[in-house]
Nanobody, 125 residues
Framework: QVQLVESGGGLVQAGGSLRLSCAASGRTFNAYAMGWFRQAPWKEREFVARIRWSDGSTVYADSVKGRFTISRDNAKNTVYLQMNSLKPEDTAVYYC??????????????????WGQGTQVTVSS
């Protein structure tokens, strides 16, 4: 079993920045990739970014390209999401997730095996 704990959410003004962290733990942590998703009220969970554990290659949603950066620290089993130039439409609960097997549909929530509890990000206008 893998446990994921997110942190770093909060309230920020539009144009500001936040850095989210997701620490993974468990008896045998072995992730092919980790991703970030978000879910706003009354909306479906949507893909934000993904990073492959072995070589750090990344994928981003078009809505966050150029503003968000995903990174990882292999030694700490931790993935980060640096969010800059935040907009009110970025307001959501942000979740990190683990893909253990390297599925092809990287933007689909069903491709991920473990999820954190989420952290709230609120961007005021």
């Amino acid at each position: 079993q893998v446990q994921l704990v997110e942190s770093g959410g909060g309230l920020v003004q539009a144009g500001g920045s936040l850095r989210l962290s997701c620490a993974a733990s468990g008896r045998t942590f072995n992730a092919y990739a980790m991703g970030w998703f978000r879910q706003a009220p009354w909306k479906e969970r949507e893909f934000v970014a993904r990073i492959r554990w072995s070589d750090g290659s990344t994928v981003y949603a078009d809505s966050v390209k150029g503003r968000f950066t995903i990174s990882r620290d292999n030694a700490k089993n931790t993935v980060y999401l640096q969010m800059n130039s935040l907009k009110p439409e970025d307001t959501a609960v942000y979740y990190c997730a683990v893909d253990q097997w390297g599925r092809l549909r990287v933007m689909v929530p069903g491709s991920y095996d473990y999820w954190g509890q989420g952290t709230q990000v609120t961007v005021s206008s």
